[in-house]
């Protein structure tokens, strides 16, 4: 079975830092890879995705992820922080072959807090 | 844009009560998915529907039953509603190629 890991329950970065959060999988064939944001009341947006190719995605709002299949791990980064980032940030992981009609596994989230 | 609308932002129910949660995309995707939505424990999939009719059960089906009679519509429907079911409900719908577009949630607090 699937599973995605995110070790960091809460991060708190300043405003202007980088940042860094983690995400590991859990998959036994190629994984179809995700990091969705959730600003309070709000649904899921989706950040960035990465299929194949380049293991170095850019996403929306200056994010960026790498996959590393040798760490099962699909890290999220930002050079600088702003205050509008603070939200619940969620990896998650789906099944290459299934185009998404399976549904995504998806990890507990990340509490980013921003400092002043 | 993909619209997934969510009939309600927030639902007060009774203890027993049989509750309907609805949600209805605009852009004609065939997989439609239920997630609930608990602190510390992230999304978890009840059910998904990838066609008219037809149901798949997901990772916590227990305690719910879904209605897909139309394209567009994906009800989630709580039998006899109970305390521990008190969650945000998450729904989306996605076409091709992980397209998926969620909806603004509805938050349900059984008493």
């Known amino acids: 079975a699937q599973s995605v890991t995110q070790p960091d329950i809460h991060i708190t970065v300043s405003e202007g830092a980088s940042l860094e959060l983690r995400c590991n999988y859990s998959?036994?064939?190629?994984?179809?890879l995700f990091w969705y944001v959730q600003s309070p009341g709000q649904g899921l947006q989706l950040l960035l995705k990465?299929?194949?190719?380049?293991?170095l995605v850019q996403g929306i709002k200056g994010f960026e992820a790498e996959f590393k299949r040798s760490q099962s791990s699909f890290n999220l980064r930002k050079p600088s922080v702003h205050w509008s980032d603070a939200a619940e940030y969620f990896c998650?992981?789906?099944?290459?072959?299934?185009?998404?009609?399976?549904?995504?596994?998806f990890g507990k989230g990340t509490h980013l807090i921003i400092q002043p | 844009d993909v619209k997934v609308t969510q009939s309600s932002r927030y639902l007060v129910k009774r203890t027993g009560e049989k509750v309907f949660l609805e949600c209805v995309q605009d852009?004609?995707?065939?997989?439609m998915f239920w997630y609930r939505q608990d602190p510390g424990l992230g999304l978890r999939l009840i059910y998904f529907?990838?066609?008219?009719?037809?149901?798949e059960k997901g990772d916590i089906p227990e305690g719910y039953s879904v209605s897909r009679e139309k394209k567009e519509r994906f009800s989630l429907i709580l039998e006899s509603a109970s305390t521990n079911q008190t969650s945000m409900y998450l729904c989306?719908?996605?076409?091709?190629?992980?397209?998926?577009?969620f909806g603004s949630g509805t938050r349900l607090t059984v008493v």
């Open positions: 852009m004609d995707h065939e997989n």
């Open positions: 989306a719908s996605t076409g091709t190629a992980y397209g998926y577009t």
């Open positions: 990465y299929f194949s190719g380049d293991t």
């Open positions: 998650a992981v789906g099944e290459a072959s299934g185009g998404g009609a399976d549904g995504l596994t």
């Open positions: 529907s990838y066609d008219v009719k037809m149901k």
């Open positions: 998959y036994g064939a190629t994984p179809y």
